[in-house]
């Protein structure tokens, strides 16, 4: 029996993804036929779904909801200003024509930039400006494509929307997720300067490992100083907008 259950639930997932994935049906309706279906084929009678499943389930992310619309407010406001594209372009000409540097520049931007940033518009607005900046210069497709995807993703650790559906959705304290994502903002970007070097050489560029070594420990002094910062800040604003929802709650 129970065999037959996960394979239904591995079946509905599924179809769900393909239909979502083909545009046959919109991920707002396909994730609550989803929540309904999924503990209907655990065993969950049909009342007990309406009532806790998605009566009080939508509740229960009230404050991850909150600090996703306002997020998103700001990521659609930094793109429609033009900030985002003016930013990046202001740092490739401050950064010359030098690969290594402009490359370094260009990863730093995109990890400031998702902090705030999100969604699939975000990354299609700053793709667009930062990868002609990179193969203008000489940058390798495949170093180009790393360089943005690792920026995402370490720009991603810091961002305060993620946050908070660590805190809401796993009911992790604030100090658990600054401690873990300060470990992992450290050595993504560690391992990330470490690429640029590496396959900036393959491309055939002439690296001064020296100079770039001098260049990595002032910039990880920096780097680190402004993380703190940056942490502290991301904790305060979790710790405000739970706030905000508790008092929402009870009034």
Same mark, same amino acid.
């Given at each position: 029996?129970? /065999?037959?259950?996960?394979?239904?639930?591995?079946?509905?997932f599924l179809v769900f993804v393909v239909l979502m994935f083909l545009r046959k049906i919109p991920a707002l309706l396909a994730l609550p036929l989803l929540a $309904?279906?999924? =503990?209907?084929?655990? &065993?969950? @009678?049909?009342?007990? +779904? $309406?009532?806790?499943?998605?009566? @009080?389930?939508?509740?229960?992310?009230?404050?991850?909801?909150?600090?996703?619309?306002?997020?998103?407010?700001?990521? +659609?406001? *930094?793109?429609?200003?033009?900030?985002?594209? /003016? $930013?990046?372009?202001?740092?490739?000409?401050?950064?010359?024509?030098?690969?290594?540097?402009?490359?370094?520049?260009?990863?730093? #931007?995109?990890?400031?930039?998702?902090?705030?940033?999100?969604? #699939?518009?975000?990354?299609?607005?700053?793709?667009?400006?930062?990868? =002609?900046?990179?193969?203008?210069?000489?940058?390798? =497709?495949?170093?180009?494509? &790393?360089?943005?995807?690792?920026?995402?993703?370490? &720009?991603? !650790?810091? @961002?305060?929307? @993620?946050?908070?559906?660590?805190?809401?959705?796993?009911? #992790?304290?604030?100090?658990?997720?600054?401690?873990?994502?300060?470990?992992?903002?450290?050595?993504?970007? !560690?391992?990330?300067?470490v690429y640029i070097t590496i396959q900036l050489y393959k491309d055939g560029h002439d690296i001064n490992f020296m100079k770039i070594a001098t260049y990595v420990?002032?910039?990880?002094?920096?780097?680190?100083?402004?993380?703190?910062?940056?942490?502290?800040?991301?904790?305060?604003?979790? !710790?405000?907008? *739970?706030?905000?929802?508790?008092?929402?709650?009870?009034?």
């Amino acid at each position: 029996m129970e /065999s037959i259950q996960l394979s239904l639930l591995l079946l509905v997932f599924l179809v769900f993804v393909v239909l979502m994935f083909l545009r046959k049906i919109p991920a707002l309706l396909a994730l609550p036929l989803l929540a $309904f279906f999924i =503990p209907l084929i655990s &065993g969950v @009678n049909i009342v007990d +779904i $309406f009532t806790y499943v998605l009566g @009080n389930g939508a509740t229960r992310l009230s404050e991850a909801y909150t600090i996703a619309i306002f997020g998103s407010m700001l990521s +659609i406001m *930094m793109q429609k200003t033009g900030v985002a594209e /003016s $930013f990046i372009k202001t740092g490739a000409e401050l950064s010359g024509d030098k690969p290594w540097a402009i490359s370094l520049v260009m990863l730093l #931007l995109i990890i400031l930039l998702f902090t705030t940033l999100g969604g #699939l518009g975000a990354i299609i607005m700053v793709s667009t400006v930062v990868l =002609p900046i990179l193969a203008s210069v000489g940058v390798g =497709p495949v170093t180009t494509t &790393g360089i943005f995807l690792t920026g995402l993703s370490i &720009g991603g !650790i810091l @961002n305060v929307g @993620n946050w908070a559906v660590y805190t809401q959705v796993l009911k #992790l304290q604030v100090d658990e997720v600054q401690s873990f994502a300060l470990i992992m903002f450290v050595l993504m970007f !560690i391992i990330a300067v470490v690429y640029i070097t590496i396959q900036l050489y393959k491309d055939g560029h002439d690296i001064n490992f020296m100079k770039i070594a001098t260049y990595v420990v002032g910039l990880a002094v920096v780097v680190f100083w402004s993380g703190s910062f940056i942490f502290y800040f991301l904790q305060q604003s979790v !710790i405000l907008w *739970m706030r905000y929802s508790l008092i929402s709650q009870l009034y």
